[in-house]
């Protein structure tokens, strides 16, 4: 037998144990989850970022878990646990300010070494904890059944214990960054009280971790003003409009605000959904509108400026964008303007049928689309809420060839009588990318009106329907809740 059961050596508790497996599990889901977060700015949350990270977090448990074994037969696992527990801690804590610097750099091969590294350094160090407190635990070959099933469910259980608290409670109430440092202080402690606990010694290893995290920590900030549920969240004032804010989400210039003047419309999108409006109502007449997706309330500003007596309702996914719209860009709510902090998909089937004159979308990122707002099933409940004469108008981002926009405008066309497509003639060439707006509308649409609303927006874009319309979107499938691949349809890494 090993020095773990000689004489003076009494196996680890039963409790310690449970204890140490079920915190280090529940770890590595902590880790995993944030991450996602954490990369989000620079890689989306899209299908494939999920899959890289979970796929990641898999080897590195299953790494862990080997060495882990191995080192145990090798090496005392009552010297090895505190020391290994510590170092997680430390890895954990610089995880957000890792990301953030390789992030800052531009650098795309960089930043998914650094991803990696940082997913995989802490998942297996913990990973590594559990074969380790196993072979503390076992006295006998006769028990091992027992220890070994035993530790792996409380293991399961931990895992179980970190995804659901850190997807219901942490990110919802504590910006990423702190769950990191959080835990990863939590880890190190532990780490203290094992080599204490266990082997009797003074933690000098903790306490150097200690010390090392927190100078990483000050030499590489955070580059966020809020972390959201959701976005890293920064406002930016105009250096040459005085009133000018800029809602930056997740490293995309979201929305533009006129603190002085609601009117002014800076980006090109924006002047287009104001181009569409002029085009298809009278002038000043008050609309009821209906908006996917809040960022910086731009338009639904817009519109109680230029068309007093229009009524906004708007869902929005991201409680911590309504706080940045409020406490920095000066959004006031009241009867004109209410904003529902909810799923768009889910927050339209409150919107009373045929009550609406106008539904905005604005809810897709550059490489992050809530694909359940692009199906089928979604626009049915767009066309659903709109009157007869109603319009849908739809802000969309892609990429060369364009292969998500297509199928969308697929899909408009199987919901609705009248669609088109507007943006600048480069973008709908297709060998470029940029901002589109759909438009849709089962009453006919005044394109001519609509052209004549861009030129009065000083925007340069042209207006597709009809047959060249059927043209531009060639053999692409529309859009389903059962066939709807929106983050493969997006290349914005081509």
């Known amino acids: 037998m090993t020095d773990e059961t000689t004489p003076g050596r009494a196996p680890l508790a039963g409790w310690a144990a449970g204890s140490l497996v079920f915190g280090s599990s529940a770890a590595v889901l902590v880790v995993e989850l944030v991450a996602l977060r954490l990369l989000a700015p620079y890689l989306g949350l899209t299908l494939e970022t999920n899959t890289l990270v979970i796929g990641v977090a898999l080897a590195a448990i299953a790494l862990g878990s080997w060495l882990g ?60 904890v559990t074969p380790m407190v196993t072979k503390l635990v076992l006295t006998s070959l006769d028990e091992t059944g027992s220890v070994v099933g035993r530790l792996s469910g409380i293991g399961t259980a931990g895992a179980i214990f970190g995804t659901v608290v850190t997807g219901f409670v942490l990110i919802s109430t504590v910006p990423v960054t702190w769950i990191m440092v959080g835990l990863g202080a939590a880890l190190v402690v532990t780490a203290a009280v094992v080599e204490v606990g266990v082997r009797r010694r003074v933690p000098v290893v903790p306490a150097v971790v200690v010390l090392l995290a927190g100078v990483v920590g000050v030499l590489v900030p955070g580059g966020c003003d809020a972390e959201t549920t959701y976005h890293c969240a920064q406002v930016s004032a105009d250096p ?14 979201h929305s533009y605000v006129d603190l002085d003047d609601p009117t002014h419309l800076e980006f090109s999108y924006t002047q287009g959904l104001a181009g569409v409006v002029a085009g298809s109502y009278d002038a000043g007449e ?11 309330l731009t338009f639904p500003r817009y519109l109680a400026a230029t068309r007093p007596g229009s009524r906004s309702v708007v869902s929005e996914i991201d409680p911590g964008v309504v706080r940045v ?33 106008l539904v905005v979308g604005d809810a897709f990122g550059g490489v992050s689309v809530p694909w359940h707002l692009t199906t089928t099933e979604a626009v049915e409940e767009v066309r659903r809420v709109l009157r007869p004469d109603g319009v849908y108008v739809a802000n969309l981002i892609d990429y060369e060839p364009l292969a998500f926009a297509r199928a969308e405008l697929r899909t408009l066309r199987g919901v609705f009588d009248h669609v088109a497509l507007a943006a600048d003639p480069y973008t709908l060439s297709g060998r470029g990318g940029g901002n589109l707006l759909a438009i849709a509308s ?52 081509a």
């Open 69 to 128: 074994g191995r080192s145990a037969d090798v090496v005392q696992p009552r010297r090895t646990l505190a020391p290994l527990l510590a170092v997680s801690g430390a890895a954990v804590a610089v995880t957000p300010f890792a990301v953030r610097a390789a992030g800052s750099l531009a650098d795309g091969g960089l930043l998914l070494l650094v991803a990696g590294l940082t997913i995989i350094v802490p998942g297996a160090l913990l990973s590594a």
């Open 240 to 253: 040459d409009r005085e009133g000018g804010r800029l809602l930056v989400l997740d490293g995309l210039r």
């Open 286 to 296: 008050p609309l009821a509108a209906y908006h996917l997706g809040a960022g910086g």
């Open 325 to 357: 719209d409020t406490e920095r860009l000066g959004v006031r709510t009241g009867p004109d303007l209410e904003v529902r902090v909810e799923d768009g998909r889910r927050g339209i089937t409150r919107v009373g049928t045929d009550s609406r004159d």
């Open 442 to 493: 089962d009453a006919p649409l005044d394109l001519p009106a609509v052209e004549a609303g861009f030129e009065d927006q000083d925007l340069p874009w042209d207006v597709v329907d009809g047959d060249a319309l059927t043209a531009w979107i060639g053999d692409a499938r529309a859009l389903t809740d059962d066939d709807a691949p929106v983050d493969q349809l997006l290349t914005p890494y």
